[in-house]
């Protein structure tokens, strides 16, 4: 006759048997099947509005929601970007909805630098499109009347050549 304690440690074996798989699934499986939590803006974000903090919330769309790969999934891809297209509260934002912030105004009068080989050269010129940093923009040199493009420093500046 199996006594009380013999069931108990049995019982105990069995579960501990169990309890890696059990562990196993939910430490690795379930984030699959956790809910679809993208930033969104709270108030509705005009284009060439610079997107603040207090903008965003998190939302969760659980599984049915939107894929990931489309939009925006986290708060520091958002704060302090450029909205290109009106974003409506509640929604998800796509990749590309927003964009880095104007450092450069079309007609403005800009600094270029050209360097290669340790020669530094710098001029000024009109832009001829507004830009960010990154861009390639063209603009035009205010002597010559001459045209070319480069691209658009974090200082304001734009570098050309080289």
Do not use: C
């Not at 019982?11 to 699934?25: E, G, K, S």
């Not at 993208?38 to 929601?65: A, N, Q």
């Not at 489309?70 to 927003?98: E, F, M, Q, Y």
């Not at 832009?127 to 480069?150: F, K, M, P, Y």
């Amino acid at each position: 006759m199996i006594s009380q304690s013999q069931r108990l440690n049995s019982r105990i074996t069995n579960w501990r048997r169990l309890a890696a798989p059990v562990l196993f699934l939910a430490l690795f499986i379930s984030p699959a099947f956790a809910g679809n939590v993208l930033p969104v803006p709270s108030v509705t974000i005009y284009p060439g509005d610079i997107i603040k903090r207090e903008w965003i919330v998190d939302r969760d769309f659980g599984s049915g929601g939107p894929m990931r790969g489309a939009a925006i999934d986290s708060r520091s891809a958002l704060i302090g970007k450029i909205s290109r297209h009106t974003l409506l509260p509640g929604l998800p934002i796509s990749i590309n909805a927003v964009g880095e912030p104007r450092l450069i105004a079309d007609g403005q009068k800009v600094r270029v630098i050209f360097e290669q080989d340790g020669l530094i050269i710098e001029s000024y010129a009109s832009a001829l499109q507004a830009g960010g940093a990154g861009d390639v923009i063209s603009i035009r040199n205010r002597d010559s009347g001459v045209t070319i493009s480069g691209v658009v420093q974090t200082d304001g500046t734009v570098k050309v050549g080289g």
